[in-house]
T-cell receptor, first 115, second 113 residues
């Protein structure tokens, strides 16, 4: 069956440009997460969507980062005026949010390189 | 403050059982213990989770101490493909907000041929 799909798999951009990263979650999954992983580091939580509730943006590192989830399905993470420190793998995950059953299914990520 | 403590790295011989420890002394009553792993250049993969009883699935076994302050993930017959970073996470679902999973540094398990 289809898993979490992320696109593009690789993105190279110049400092100061805007980028959009896309995530297609597993159909029916109500929760969607964005994480960031810098080289050799652990996963850093960015933002969380659950159903129609307002997203939890507590992990976004700056106001250059924003995300939306249209129709409770596809999500787009936008980084404006990219900086070199934004270079990382951006991972999306989705889950069927039920009590004690937080199995996250991750995509393969988008490798972002800011030159 | 980190909710879990894991060794930075471990080695295990191929074919032997790999036992990965995790301390979570501040775990609360409604928090589950989850294990994920991340193979190089891939997204994390769910392995197993439990509340207080031991659990087993096709991938691994999870042993949780009676006081729930620590747990052990057991890979019964490790293969070279099990080389990965293993994350132990505690998390509970309170019904609102990002109760999602906070990933620490994990344990880098290296399976030796």
């Amino acid at each position: 069956g289809a898993g979490v799909s992320q696109s593009p798999s690789n993105k190279v951009t110049e400092k100061g440009k805007d980028v959009e990263l896309r995530c297609d979650p597993i159909s029916g999954h109500t929760a969607l997460y964005w994480y960031r992983q810098s080289l050799g580091q652990g996963l850093e939580f960015l933002i969380y969507f659950q159903g129609n509730s307002a997203p939890d943006k507590s992990g976004l590192p700056s106001d250059r980062f924003s995300a939306e989830r249209t129709g409770g399905s596809v999500s787009t993470l936008t980084i404006q005026r990219t900086q070199q420190e934004d270079s990382a793998v951006y991972l999306c995950a989705s889950s069927l949010k039920t009590w004690g059953n937080e199995k996250l299914f991750f995509g393969s990520g988008t490798q972002l390189s800011v030159l | 403050d980190a909710k879990t403590t894991q060794p930075t790295s471990m080695d295990c011989a191929e074919g032997r059982a790999a036992n990965l420890p995790c301390n979570h002394s501040t775990i609360s009553g409604n928090e589950y213990v989850y294990w994920y792993r991340q193979i190089h250049s891939q997204g994390p993969q769910y392995i197993i989770h439990g509340l207080k009883n031991n659990e087993t699935n096709e991938m691994a076994s999870l042993i949780i101490t009676e006081d729930r302050k620590s747990s052990t993930l057991i890979l019964p017959h490790a293969t070279l493909r099990d080389t990965a970073v293993y994350y132990c996470i505690v998390s509970g679902y309170s019904g609102g907000g990002a109760d999602g999973l906070t990933f620490g540094k994990g344990t880098h398990l290296i399976i030796q041929p």
